[in-house]
């Protein structure tokens, strides 16, 4: 291992997009702490409350955990990445259903660049949106110095342009950092952004546990004994191993090449596999499912408080974080959101017509709508497999978390949703290394085994 880490720093192609890549997350970690002008950061540290417990604090963790963000200091990377990546997903829901954007995203490279420029501009527009709602509620809680406030949401106009200038701008910069890594460094610049941001925060979370650990067993409610500190090892390195099993297994489809006559020679015939991912959705059913559950505390909570009965204060009590309801809410959503996010992306009439038009075909299946319908009747299948894994590895730290009375910063962290963005994207950028030094003659990570593979199912 050793050994492959010196051979990435002797190829200069590699070696450079490997700097450039850290050196880009560094500048997003030191904007991370750049706070907004006019911001009382102490008084609004003190009535966050560190950001945990109840529906708003929920929502500020998960935020900043998903998105790179950091609401609850009012920096500069406020808002995070959020705003593309919603904008992103917008466009890509719009060009299944809109013919001009179906249209335009067959075009090849130049509508991609089009797409892409029409997805700026929707960040833009909900970078504006973000920051209106968010400076008006800070301008509500009074965390906002008294000589920047007025009628323009709470604030002067001059200071509320200043306010939306500077985070919508941090939003448009950390979507150009992204933009940069992936051309010039290795990686998905969007998600490496993400996982830096998960990453940062681990110490914390290991700090916290290093600092309650009570080995002699005092009563102490939030003391950590040693049974908890194996259970969270233990859970640690399960879902890491279940991480790394759902983002590399396969499902490898024969596929036939026909055979062809040229003179006297036979060309083709040759067979190969078609991999489709168990986990075609990756993250984003955990993240869409996390995201959509922290609303309904909120309103249940807000709905209770204005009108208060024995049904609202049930659903208020269950919709929280590791009750039976939210659970069960929670593994139903991952399932909805690991289907649907399958159905956008993934395509078999396409794929049918393209192992059509190369020659190719699955034995036992005319080339066409038996293809096409075969392969979805298998998506269909390892789709619920791959959700149920990936409820699984989502639910049980949750479980877990709440059994032993660990804080959401420990529990996120050690093991759920954050540690399954950083492994599936350090997969990702470990392949992506394997494969240039592959490429340049040098052994990859394995060694003698050979490159990192998908598992076969």
């Known amino acids: 291992m ?84 919603s904008a992103s997903i917008i466009f890509q829901l719009l060009a299944t259903v809109v013919p001009a954007l179906e249209k335009l995203s067959q075009e090849g490279e130049t509508g991609r660049k089009k797409i892409q420029e029409y997805t700026r501009y929707a960040t833009v527009l909900l970078c504006l949106v973000n920051a209106i709602f968010w400076m008006k509620y800070l301008s509500s809680q009074n965390f906002i110095f008294p000589r920047y406030t007025g009628s323009f949401f709470g604030m002067s106009a001059s200071y509320g342009l200043m306010a939306l200038t500077v985070l919508t701008t941090g939003t448009v910069f950390l979507m150009w950092l992204g933009e940069q890594i992936d051309e010039y460094g290795i ?49 640690f390195i399960g879902v890491v191993a279940g991480a790394i099993l759902i983002t590399q297994g396969q499902r490898r489809i024969p596929i036939q090449q026909a055979k062809q006559t040229r003179g006297r020679r036979v060309y083709g015939g040759q067979r190969h596999y078609l991999p489709l991912r168990v986990n075609h959705g990756g993250v984003m059913p955990i993240i869409f499912a996390s995201s959509m559950l922290i609303f309904p505390g909120i309103i249940f909570s807000f709905v209770y408080n204005v009108w208060p009965n024995a049904f609202w204060d049930f659903l208020r009590q269950h919709s929280s974080n590791g009750q039976y309801l939210y659970v069960v809410t929670y593994i139903l959503a991952v399932y909805f959101f690991a289907y649907f996010w399958t159905t956008v992306q993934f395509r078999p009439k396409e794929m049918a017509n393209n192992l059509r038009d190369y020659g190719s075909f699955i034995p036992g299946l005319r080339p066409g709508k038996r293809t096409a319908d075969y392969l979805e009747r298998v998506m269909g299948r390892i789709t619920y497999v791959g959700a149920g894994f990936l409820a699984i590895i989502a639910i049980i730290p949750t479980l877990v978390a709440d059994a032993m009375q660990i804080p959401f910063m420990v529990s996120a962290f050690l093991g759920g949703t954050g540690l399954l963005i950083v492994v599936s994207v350090t997969l990702d950028v470990v392949q992506r290394i394997e494969a240039g030094l592959i490429m340049r003659n040098y052994k990859g990570f394995l060694g003698d085994e050979g490159p990192i593979k998908g598992a076969r199912t």
């Not at 997003?28 to 750049?34: L, N, T």
């Not at 929920?58 to 808002?79: A, H, P």
């Not at 952004?193 to 009570?214: F, M």
């Open 187 to 235: 990686g998905n610049g969007i998600s490496l952004i993400i996982t830096a941001g998960i990453v940062a925060q681990l110490p914390n979370a290991v700090i916290y546990v290093a600092s309650h650990v009570d080995l002699k067993g005092a009563a102490q409610a939030d003391s950590i004994d040693a049974t908890k500190i194996i259970l969270l090892i233990g859970m």
């Open 2 to 85: 050793f050994s492959t880490f010196l051979n990435i720093f002797k190829i200069p192609e590699l070696r450079n997009k490997l700097l450039f890549t850290i050196g880009m997350l560094a500048i997003y970690r030191i904007g991370f702490y750049v706070p907004v002008p006019g911001v009382d950061q102490v008084r609004m540290s003190a009535g966050m409350g560190g950001g945990g417990g109840g529906g708003l604090g929920d929502l500020m963790d998960y935020f900043q955990l998903f998105t790179g963000g950091n609401l609850s200091q009012s920096t500069i990377f406020g808002l995070g990445i959020m705003p593309y990546i």
